[in-house]
């Protein structure tokens, strides 16, 4: 089975806003997005139980996202493919999976997993927007994934409870944090990434006209950065053994006992 | 503009996030605020929907849309943009319909801002409040397309029936295969037991400072005495001390009840997120630099073994008097 997991690189530490370009500050340190590493435990998983196969990771970012990639290479991913290009920085939600989709076409994997959400946008929605490009069932919020018969068999949590959803293969899947424990790179396997395969695409490689990437195919815009509304007066107390009374004197204050 | 709002239903009932997002809409002031029903045997409630300031509503009824799936969603929302030229589309965030916003997106190549909290008219042009990076700053965002496509945080709006009546519009289904490959084989809902934290005025929740499953009969006992429910942090229930039905925050319930008492929880984002709307915020956590004081009308530093069971006694002894 051939598996491509889409994984991104995300600012490490505190994050910010550039107030000039009103867009993250990508300019430090960075990492692999740590929900992506149960994406790719369960793809390493899924080719072990299945007894062979690829897992190939795929992103869109910086060059440097390279670094990052690695680290998922030391988890056991084979090969890394990062799309990079001047041209890409900006990308929305509507360029972002339009690149990515380019590159998964290319790879036609079995199955593309993705992570429970970017720690950078939270937008926990990219999947849904990669699947319907490339035109392929997908399910979400997977806590529970087997491979049997040439489909996929999901539990999942919802508001209301759990589903159990099953897909035919080609699909694409995004895992909940709660599915797995990722693995730590083992001694051999960090030293075994330095070998492995990690191409770099440039736009025109995946033949992506320019204007649908970048801000020019982006369809949302910020106009502005504000500070967050303050919740009005708020008090704080040590509990010195009084709290209790503090607090049933500040609920009767605010007629609620 | 021509607004149309994305209407889920839960069994019989429209939920009331999406209808929150319906009253928002039609107080913008548009003519044409539409609503779409999508699923198997759900004509009555487009008519429900008219009481929430729906002029429209487009129901797609077919046994092939029973199960609560994005993608057979995404070809009928994409039908009816396509059809009737709607230039907003607006929903209110939740397991499926952030997957349908997001099929959606790139099916017409229209932007996507999600996670808003309010939405207004700025010199005609529509503008959404997203916080961001935990809520530390608020971003104002637009969209370049149209169609543009919003998903806001549950919460959001509370819904306002206004007693209107709408036109109900039958959608003539078609559906991509892609789309109907994926089936629903089994659906296990979980219902909470006593008030249902949703509609309580009072919830008193328990995190994981509460140090052991069996401590959570001191926050059942305080819901008690405030006539209240009984919530609990996304750790707890991963750890098995209280059912998943309670759980409050991004990947569980939303409240807003007019009290709101945290014990022994941090204030993760995750868990702000479906409690925030909160009348009055009450937290004890004995670390004074929890995230959860960030947020509390009353925060107090202490231990909640010391705390709630006091708490408990007074608020009882209130009542006896
Ligand atoms: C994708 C995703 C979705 C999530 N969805 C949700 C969700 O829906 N709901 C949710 O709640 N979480 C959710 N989380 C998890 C969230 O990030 C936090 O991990 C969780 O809310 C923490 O729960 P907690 O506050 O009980 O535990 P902790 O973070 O461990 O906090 C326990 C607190 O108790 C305090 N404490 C300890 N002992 C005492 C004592 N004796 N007296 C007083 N205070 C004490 C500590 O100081 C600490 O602040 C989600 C996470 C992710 C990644
Ligand atoms: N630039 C990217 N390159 C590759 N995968 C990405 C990228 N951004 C997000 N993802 C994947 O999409 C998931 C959800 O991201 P998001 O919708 O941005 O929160 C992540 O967990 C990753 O698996």
Redesign the interface.
């Known amino acids: 089975m051939k598996i491509a997991v889409c994984v991104k690189h995300v600012p490490e530490g505190v994050?910010?806003?550039d107030a000039s370009s009103?867009r993250l500050d990508r300019s430090g340190e960075g990492a692999l997005n740590a929900f992506d590493a149960n994406a790719v435990e369960e793809a390493l998983r899924l080719k072990e139980a299945a007894g062979g196969g690829e897992v190939v990771l795929v992103s869109l970012g910086p060059a440097k996202a390279q670094d990052a990639l690695r680290k998922a290479l030391a988890m056991g991913a084979d090969r890394a493919v990062l799309i990079s290009d001047d041209a890409v920085a900006g990308s929305?939600?509507?360029a972002t999976?339009?690149a990515l989709a380019k590159a998964l076409e290319r790879e036609n994997a079995d199955l593309v997993l993705f992570g429970q959400q970017a720690g950078d946008s939270?937008?926990?929605?990219?999947?849904?927007?990669?699947?319907?490009?490339l035109?392929?069932?997908?399910?979400?919020?997977a806590a529970e994934l087997t491979h049997g018969d040439g489909k996929l068999?999901v539990k999942?949590?919802?508001?209301?409870?759990?589903?159990?959803?099953?897909?035919?293969l080609p699909?694409v899947v995004a895992v909940?944090d709660?599915i797995n424990e990722p693995r730590y790179p083992s001694l051999k396997g960090i030293m075994g990434a330095k070998s492995k395969p990690q191409e770099t695409l440039s736009l025109a490689d995946l033949a992506v006209e320019a204007d649908r990437v970048g801000t020019d195919g982006?369809?949302?815009?910020?106009?502005?950065?504000?500070?967050?509304?303050s919740?009005?007066?708020?008090?704080?107390?040590?509990?010195d053994?009084n709290?209790?009374?503090?607090?049933?004197d500040?609920?009767?204050e605010?007629r609620?006992? | 503009m021509s607004t149309l709002v994305f209407l889920e239903h839960h069994g019989n009932e429209l939920l009331k996030p999406s209808l929150g997002v319906l009253s928002k809409a039609a107080s913008l002031g548009d003519e044409d605020v539409a609503g779409v029903v999508i699923g198997s045997d759900v004509r009555a409630l487009a008519d429900e929907a008219g009481k929430f300031g729906a002029a429209r509503v487009h129901v797609a009824d077919d046994p092939r849309l029973e199960a609560p799936l994005a993608q057979p969603r995404v070809d009928v929302l994409a039908q009816l943009v396509r059809d009737n030229g709607y230039d907003t589309v607006l929903f209110a965030n939740s397991v499926l319909a952030a997957d349908v916003a997001a099929g959606l997106a790139a099916r017409l190549d229209a932007g996507l801002n999600w996670d808003l909290t309010d939405v207004v008219r700025d010199d005609g042009r529509l503008v959404g409040k997203r916080p961001a990076l935990q809520d530390s700053i608020y971003v104002d965002v637009g969209w370049t397309s149209e169609p543009r496509l919003a998903l806001f945080r549950q919460g959001s709006f509370d819904p306002t029936a206004t007693g209107g009546s709408a036109e109900v519009e039958d959608v003539n289904v078609q559906l991509e295969e892609f789309s109907t490959s994926a089936r629903m084989v089994e659906q296990a809902h979980e219902e909470s037991e006593g008030p249902s934290i949703e509609d309580a005025e009072v919830v008193v929740a328990g995190g994981r400072g509460l140090g052991g499953p069996e401590n959570f009969t001191l926050v059942e006992q305080l819901a008690k005495a405030l006539g209240g429910a009984v919530g609990a942090t996304r750790a707890v229930v991963d750890a098995g001390w209280y059912p998943y039905s309670t759980q409050v925050g991004q990947t569980g319930k939303t409240v807003a009840p007019k009290l709101y008492i945290a014990c022994g929880i941090s204030g993760a984002i995750q868990h702000k997120v479906g409690m925030q709307a909160s009348g009055v915020i009450v937290a004890i956590n004995k670390d004074p630099n929890a995230p959860i004081f960030e947020f509390s009308d009353l925060g107090v530093v202490g231990d909640v073994h010391e705390v709630v069971p006091k708490l408990t006694e007074l608020v009882n002894q209130r009542k006896g008097s």
């Open positions: 994050k910010r806003i009103k929305d939600l509507v999976s339009y939270d937008g926990a929605v990219l999947w849904a927007a990669v699947a319907d490009r035109r392929r069932p997908m399910v979400s919020q068999t999942r949590q919802t508001e209301f409870g759990y589903d159990v959803i099953e897909t035919p699909a909940s709660a982006s369809r949302t815009e910020v106009y502005a950065l504000n500070a967050p509304p919740r009005g007066e708020s008090r704080k107390i040590d509990d053994g709290a209790a009374q503090q607090i049933v500040f609920l009767a605010k609620l006992v």
